[in-house]
């Protein structure tokens, strides 16, 4: 196949595709509704880990966890979820709510809806996370 | 005498790539009511396998003369040529598809070859996207030399990387919940979608398992052959699942991991080595688990799971799951 071909070829079948999943509610993110959800989350990704603590985000995006393996960040990526152990997390105040960096190369930074009474709130108890 | 030709296969099938992925789509859409293991589909984790899949068709173009030119310098040494008869096609594909098991086995052994397979396997869902979720940097792993065999013996280049095109392609249809099980014989001899979802699942049991490409009969006969099972649902996605949809992120995290590893001071050089190439999960000091302690975990959470498919005692390595269970609540385990 010619290259220009198989360049437009590739081109429009992502853009295709992508369209199509989007239009079709395929971009609706993972909504972390409760404690027991995050627990159960949580476990997915740590199964090994004794859970003490959850805390929602407001937002339903986001938990912090605490855990006899050391605290750790839960958040919906896409349909799914994510789960990180933090070591020496940074977090920061964005347009959004909060802006936390992990300080992993696999799981860059992570933005949390936080209405702005509680950014200073959680900002405290993620950089006061360290294990 | 001159070189044969043969079509650049899996160039010529991007079309059917993304039709079949269309019409995936529309039968999950359909199907999803009366079966929630239809499959399904993410816009961005799609997105980013899309991605990976068209910068590795370019990265193919433009690189492929590395391995073009090893493997035309071992054909030029070679006394033999077994032709291009359909014969010849037949035995090369086999022995390719024989190659491709080996390969990929040592992709999930050695975190040298890992760090560029990984991103395959990076991707939540399981769908034919997943597919084309394809390597950046497979031609820097050096895993071109175990295609030496096939042409020292006689098989021309061009034949060698045509039937690893074909193997390539086979195996795009097998990345999809939407088919359950094939006849009975067929799942016997080939690599299906039930075989390959044990292969991408995170399950301890599924962990290291059906490294087939098309013939599954590889993995029956070099025991990693692991039956999907009704009761355990594969679970899709890396041990620990990456942050992010970036395919910068998703291409090299594992590359970048590595490095820090292996540079990080203290280590003796033996240590060093041993964090490039020794199976994923392995430390100097114990402190991260490889798929065996994943595994011994796991029957120590579920001492009724031991000798079950995938969790017999050869698959726990040197690891005793004795060992852990006094530090592994079984209440800390989800309800399944």
Known sequence: ?131 | MTDPTFPDVVNLFVPGFIGLILIEFVWIMFKKREDRHAGRYETLDSLTSLTMGAVSVGLGLVLGFITWGFLMALWWITPFNLGTSIWAILACFILDDLRYYWVHRIGHRSRWVWASHVNHHSSQHYNLSTALRQSWTDTFTFMMIVRAPLVLIGFHPALVLFCGGLNLIYQFWIHTEAIKKMPRWFEAVMNTPSHHRVHHGRNPRYLDANYAGVFIIWDKMFGTFVPELEDDKPEYGLVHNLGTFNPLRVAFHEWVGLFRDVFRPGLTLRQRLMYAVAPPGWSHDGSRDDSNHIRAKYVARHPEARGTPGLEPHRLGKVSEAEFAPRVSPVSEPAE
């Not at chain 1, 959800?37 to 603590?53: Q, S, Y």
């Not at chain 1, 938990?63 to 050391?70: D, H, S």
């Not at chain 1, 940074?90 to 860059?108: M, Q």
Request: net charge negative; aromatic share 6%.
């Open chain 1, 1 to 131: 196949m010619p290259l220009e071909i198989l360049l437009i070829v590739v081109a429009a079948g992502m853009i295709g595709i992508t369209l199509m999943l989007h239009l079709a509610g395929q971009t609706r993110a993972f909504e972390i509704a409760d404690e027991e959800t995050a627990r159960g989350e949580w476990l997915r990704h740590f199964p090994d880990d004794e859970i003490h603590e959850v805390t929602l985000a407001p937002g339903n995006n986001a938990a912090l966890i605490r855990t006899a393996q050391g605290p750790g960040l839960l958040w919906s990526l896409g349909a799914d979820t994510v789960a990180y152990h933090m070591a020496h997390p940074s977090a920061r105040a964005c347009r959004k709510g909060l802006r936390v960096e992990i300080g992993d190369f696999a799981a860059p930074a992570v933005t949390l809806r936080l209405p702005p009474e509680e950014r200073i709130r959680w900002a405290a108890r993620i950089e006061g996370t360290t294990p």
